[in-house]
């Protein structure tokens, strides 16, 4: 199994930059894709962005393109989230998910970190 774990979420002004970090640990080897969702009480899930782990190949929701960026560091097993020129409604709780290779869906996600942008 494969354990995640966020870090970065805070408080911003609208504009400002973020960036979130998420620790992959366990059977890392088996990773296939880790994304970002977000979710707020009261709205439906949104996808982010995600990253797959072995070529990098990158995908971002309409609404995030241009202002957030999704890497991946392997050798950390680490995946990030830069998110600039932030807004009000990008605040949400963030989470990281993973799907390994064997796996259909989605099949770890971390503890989910709070993004709270101020107008």
């Known amino acids: 199994q494969v354990q995640l774990v966020e870090s970065g979420g805070g408080l911003v002004q609208a504009g400002g930059s973020l960036r979130l970090s998420c620790d992959a640990s366990g059977r890392t080897g088996d990773l296939a894709i880790v994304g970002w969702i977000r979710r707020a009480p009261g709205k439906e899930q949104e996808f982010v962005a995600a990253?797959?782990?072995?070529?990098?190949?990158?995908s971002y929701a309409d609404s995030v393109k241009g202002r957030f960026t999704i890497s991946r560091d392997s050798a950390k097993d680490t995946v990030y989230l830069q998110m600039n020129s932030l807004k009000p409604e990008d605040t949400d709780e963030y989470y990281c998910g993973a799907r390994s290779s064997w796996a259909s869906v989605y099949n770890a996600w971390g503890q989910g970190t709070q993004v709270t942008v101020s107008s």
């Open positions: 990253v797959t782990w072995s070529g990098g190949e990158t």
